[in-house]
Structures are given as structure tokens and as C-alpha cells.
């Protein structure tokens, strides 16, 4: 389909004036109309296909600036440019300051009018993106997506309404798969830092040297290969939320600068010497047991305590499964959408019963993974219960312990993990999932206990 031509609106009390310019506008492309009165003018721009004005300043009746302010409330995005003689500067600056794109000093050329016409077309399109991609965050992430009528759920979104415009920490614990970021991104996009941005960073997933410098930034030659600064996360987060996914991992030089920041709001550079205030707000979320891992030693209890300001806990798939059947809709509905060849329309009752029925350690993201599959694999309109036949075989037997005397508890884990990878055909994020931990934590397990290569 051929997009219409664009229309601009060119008006000038010389009417000779406006109907040259209108000329040329027209030779490269535009839609132009060329108007004499300003008053014909105003009943011109209140049609949504004008996408551009171009008014003289000084006209009888009704001048420029006025044209430009009715414009502006019909259409606020549509660009203005004001054409000026050199003795109304002034007026011609106060028409950027109440919203024109640009003015021009008369005599001009075409080519300068249109250079300017593009750039504001260009500008309009990019905020209508921006516009659209905020809207369709804000929509994706609003507490409409976060399924579930449970009171569990019920008791998560009352919290969420209640401190989604605090500037505290807020502390997300639950199960692995339970949807921590996905109530990061709605505390986020539900909340006043919506127009900022969300950045997530996985504390499990880079060394801590790499960390440390991804969170706070760096400066050009604070190490080897630092050949640039590096602003970091907390300062693209600046205004806006940055989520510390599995912040149980986070080593304890890490914690102490941590705590550091959401003491005095304040970070450093790695290789700088003087602090810049920060101003993200703090979400962390773990699967981990954090005052356990205070009590040996592993967490700051200080640092533990800053961010328990605010705590939400995620309930697990098995304790709401009354939310089942909806979001088995919800979640078939995006596999669906992603995969738009699959015959697959619904959910079967027998199906739906053997979802009903199973343990779901691996919660909604194993509930996402089984129905994705049976939207790949099914051939028929109704998932049965046949295309969830990993959710209906009996459990294999645990790995066997052959020796007679007590193992050391790690040797035991590292089986009990390796038999676990095995079960899932050497999928470490899916036996991860199982087993309700990371995929560093399940690489530690398989290495702790294992016989040193000589």
C-alpha cells in the first residue's frame, strides 16, 4: 500500500508568498496548500491529515503565534515552522518557546524550508515510537499481566498498589520461576519512574570484578582493556528502577559498596575519584533464604536489613492453583502468538486436569515451558493430555548410593545434581529450574565434591 503523500499547510497574508512556497514544496514531494487567510487556516488544522504548518508571523486577524497555539491544541505533535522578517526576531524566538519546531528568516530557500520540514517529520516519528513503546511497556507490564485471582496473588497486587511510587527497596523473594522480574518491571512501569528506564542485572551471571564494574561504571584506564569509561547500570537507571536479580549471590566486597550507595545515594567508578549521586531505586530478588545465609555469614545482616524495607513474597505455582486455568489461557494465548502456525487453540479438560494435578516445582516459567511445547508438538485444536506426557510418567528413582557408610553432604549434592542433569538430557537451565536455583549454583554443586584431576 502507497503511504499518502505528506500535507503541509502554508500560510502567508501575500498570498503570492504562500502560494511559492507551496510550489516548491510540492516539486519535492509534499502535499502542499497555500492560504492567504488565516482564518481559512484555522478551520484547515483541524483535519487530521494536515502533518505539518508553515505560517507567517506577522498577519491581520490572526497571527502566527495564534495559528501556532491552535494548532498545538488540536494536535500537539504536529510540527510548526514560522516564516519572519528580520525585524521580528523576538516574536519569532517566543514562537520556539511556545512550541514551534523551528522559524525562518525571510528571504529563504525551499531547500532550507525543507531541510527543516524532514527533520521535524523525522523528530515527530521517533517520539511517536518512543510514545508507542512506552505504552506498550507500560500495558505489557501492568498489573493486568500479572494473572492470577488468588488470594495469594490478590495479597501481591494490594502491596504493589501501595508502594509503587516509594522510592524504598523493595526486597522479592519466592521460588525460582515464581515471576520475580516480571513484578519488578510492574512495580516499575505501574509507578512514577515509568518515563525512566528499567534496568536488570543477574548478580550470579558475571564475576564479580565484571560486576563491580557493570553496576557502578569505570574510567577510561581503571583497568586492563578499559580503553573507554563506562557509565554503568546504576547510572543508565538513574530516575528509574534497576532490579538486582539473585542478589544472594553477590559477593561481600560487592555488598559493603551496595550498601554503600543505598546509605548515602551515592556510587564511584571503578578507577574514580570523586562519588556521583545516584538516583535508582533499588529492587532485589532471590530464591535464596537471606536471613539463613546472614546467619552463616554469607550476607551483610546490614545490608539484609536495607533492603527488607519492603518485602513481597511470590507464592509458589502449587500454593494458587486456582490461578491455573487462567493462566494455562494466558500462557497458551503467547505461545500461540509466537508460534502462529500451531493447530493448537485450547486446553482440553483432561489436560487441563493433569495441569491442575502436578507439583510444578519449576512454577509458571515450567507452566510456560510445558504449553509452549504442546503448541510446537500437538496436532490436534485441544492440547491433550497425551501431548503432556512428561507431567503424567511416574518420577524416576533417585540416584543410587552404593557405599555402606555416610557420604559427605556435598558428595551427595553432587550426585543428587548430576542425576538431575541427566533426567533433563544435559539441559543445565532446565535442571536448574528443577531443582529451584541458578544455573552458577548447580555448576558449584557439580563441581563440589568431585575427585581433583591429577
Excluded at 89 to 106: D, F, N, P, Q, T
Excluded at 126 to 139: C, D, G, H, M, N
Excluded at 149 to 158: I, L, N, T
Excluded at 243 to 272: C, F, N, W, Y
Amino acid at each position: 500500500m502507497t503511504p499518502r503523500p505528506r500535507k503541509v499547510l502554508v500560510v502567508d497574508d501575500k498570498l503570492d508568498m504562500a502560494e511559492m512556497v507551496a510550489d516548491g514544496l510540492s516539486e519535492v514531494g509534499w502535499s502542499a496548500t497555500a492560504r492567504a487567510s488565516s482564518q481559512e487556516a484555522l478551520e484547515l488544522l483541524a483535519d487530521d491529515e494536515v502533518d505539518a504548518l508553515v505560517t507567517d508571523l506577522r498577519m491581520p486577524d490572526v497571527d502566527g503565534l495564534a495559528l501556532l497555539a491552535a494548532s498545538k491544541r488540536t494536535h500537539p505533535a504536529r510540527p510548526v515552522i514560522i516564516m519572519t522578517a528580520y525585524g521580528a526576531v523576538e516574536s519569532a524566538v517566543e514562537s520556539i518557546r511556545r512550541g514551534a519546531y523551528h522559524y525562518l528568516l525571510k528571504p529563504f530557500r525551499i531547500e532550507e524550508l525543507v531541510l527543516f520540514l524532514d527533520r521535524a517529520m523525522d523528530d515527530q516519528r521517533v517520539r511517536s515510537e518512543a510514545q508507542a513503546l512506552r505504552a506498550t511497556l507500560s500495558e505489557r507490564f501492568s498489573l493486568g499481566t500479572l494473572v492470577g485471582k488468588s488470594a495469594p496473588m490478590r495479597a501481591v497486587y494490594e502491596v504493589i498498589e501501595r508502594v509503587k511510587n516509594a522510592g524504598a527497596p523493595v526486597l522479592l523473594v519466592g521460588e525460582t520461576g515464581t515471576g520475580k522480574g516480571q513484578v519488578a518491571r510492574t512495580l516499575h512501569f505501574e509507578g512514577e519512574r515509568r518515563s525512566k528506564a528499567f534496568v536488570a542485572v543477574n548478580c550470579a551471571s558475571l564475576p564479580e570484578t565484571l560486576l563491580e564494574s557493570e553496576l557502578f561504571g569505570h574510567t577510561r584506564g581503571a583497568f586492563t582493556g578499559a580503553t573507554s569509561s563506562h557509565a554503568g547500570l546504576f547510572a543508565e537507571a538513574d530516575g528509574g528502577t534497576l532490579l538486582l536479580d539473585e542478589i544472594g549471590e553477590m559477593t561481600p566486597s560487592l555488598q559493603a559498596k551496595l550498601l554503600h550507595v543505598l546509605e548515602t545515594g551515592t556510587i564511584r567508578p571503578v578507577g574514580a575519584t570523586r562519588e556521583r549521586a545516584s538516583d535508582a531505586r533499588i529492587v532485589a530478588a532471590t530464591h535464596r533464604d537471606l536471613r539463613e545465609l546472614v546467619r552463616v555469614g554469607q550476607f551483610r545482616e546490614d545490608l539484609f536489613y536495607r533492603l527488607d524495607v519492603i518485602r513481597l513474597e511470590l507464592p509458589a505455582l502449587r500454593h494458587r492453583r486456582e490461578d491455573i486455568p487462567l493462566l494455562v489461557d494466558h500462557l497458551l494465548a503467547r505461545a500461540k502468538a509466537k508460534n502462529p502456525d500451531s493447530l493448537v487453540e485450547s486446553c482440553s479438560k483432561d489436560a487441563l486436569a493433569a495441569l491442575m494435578d502436578h507439583g510444578w516445582p519449576g512454577n509458571v516459567r515450567e507452566l510456560a515451558h510445558v504449553l509452549e511445547r504442546a503448541v510446537l508438538l500437538a496436532r490436534t485444536v485441544a492440547v491433550e493430555r497425551v501431548d503432556l506426557a512428561a507431567l503424567a510418567a511416574s518420577p524416576p528413582p533417585l540416584p543410587a548410593i552404593s557405599d555402606a557408610s555416610i557420604l559427605p553432604i556435598r558428595e551427595v549434592q553432587r550426585r543428587y545434581a548430576a542425576w538431575a542433569l541427566e533426567q533433563m538430557q544435559g539441559n543445565k537451565t532446565r535442571a536448574a529450574e528443577r531443582l529451584g536455583v541458578d544455573t552458577k549454583t548447580l555448576a558449584k554443586w557439580l563441581l563440589e565434591g568431585a575427585e581433583p584431576v591429577a
